[in-house]
């Protein structure tokens, strides 16, 4: 007897490729067809605590990267000297490996050696170069490069990776996605196009060294803070978000209110909002849903 044949009396069963079952029509079902259906299997309920939490790494980062647009704004408008700016890349330097000490439980003597020696590598080309940086959009309008470098940053802001998942290890990187280095891309070429604005030679190379402290070491620095301490994270990322909102305050009262709100809202409203409508999901999964696929592309 065929395995899809029926005998009488008929009795409809679930066939994946059986086609039609003799005294049945092709779309029916009976009673057992929903008794394996699972409703939410997968779904995780959200803890509105843990959703704030979560959400600091966005404002953190976003005051960071409003700080380096301050620095811009008063190096252009001439407020900041060079002298200032080289003491502030001093000081991000040497506060940057002081947490990286404190906070990196696998670095050792050996590796701090070599970051020292790529840094002092990264500087001096970096020197070399600022004659090339300031030339660069000389032929070029300033509204053009304002327009440019505004666009770069809001596709920094919205392609970085908040997670910090591309970091692995002090000194090594898991597999950075394409959205993270085009996010890190957008931010060289931001600043390199700011610098090109700017009067001398000495504040391109201030500049951009401050630039790429922030963008380039900075989120390792959070990173291996964040691991190490949870308060030491808030901590910080609290008088950050406090000297961020002092500068824009006194830069414009208006730019200080739009951005407390908009910082209240990523880390307030947002999570409240989603953990809401968490109630409102529903999933069904069942032995009639199609199989997940897995390709292990390393083998």
């Known amino acids: 007897m065929d395995e899809y044949s029926t005998p009488a009396p008929w009795k409809w069963r679930k066939v994946a490729y059986g086609g039609m079952q003799p005294g049945f029509d092709d779309n029916h079902t009976d009673d057992s067809f929903l008794k ?30 409003i700080l380096v647009v301050l620095v811009w704004t008063y190096t252009l408008a001439s407020a900041v000297s060079f002298e200032s700016l080289l003491f502030l890349d001093i000081t991000l330097l040497v506060s940057g490996f002081v947490l990286l000490l404190i906070t990196a439980s696998m670095i050792s003597l050996k590796l701090l050696v070599q970051y020292i020696l790529n840094i002092l590598y990264f500087t ?37 990776d908040y997670t910090g998942c591309t970091v692995k290890a002090p000194g090594s990187v898991a597999n950075p996605t394409l959205s993270s280095n085009i996010s890190l891309n957008t931010s060289i070429i931001a600043s390199v196009l700011i610098a090109s604005r700017l009067p001398s030679r000495q504040l391109v190379f ?52 739009l951005l407390l709100g908009l910082l209240v809202f990523i880390n307030f409203v947002c999570p409240y909002w989603l953990t809401r409508i968490q109630k409102y999901k529903f999933e069904i999964n069942g032995p009639w849903d199609e199989a997940k696929l897995c390709f292990d592309i390393t083998e």
């Open 36 to 65: 394996d259906m699972v409703t939410n299997a997968n779904v995780v309920k959200r803890d509105l605590y843990k959703v704030i939490l979560d959400s600091v790494c966005i404002t953190q980062y976003l005051c960071t990267v």
């Open 124 to 160: 001096i080309g970096l020197y070399a170069l600022s004659p090339i940086y300031h030339t660069l959009t000389r032929s070029i309008s300033s509204d053009s490069i304002w327009a440019l470098t505004t666009m770069l940053i809001l596709l920094h802001l919205f392609m970085h």
């Open 206 to 257: 201030a500049v951009v060294l401050f630039s790429l402290q922030v963008f380039l070491f900075a989120p390792f620095i959070v990173y291996c803070m964040k691991r190490y301490s949870t308060w030491l994270y808030l901590c910080f990322s609290l008088v950050l978000v406090g000297l961020t909102l002092a500068l824009v305050y006194r830069l414009q009262g208006f730019l200080f209110g």
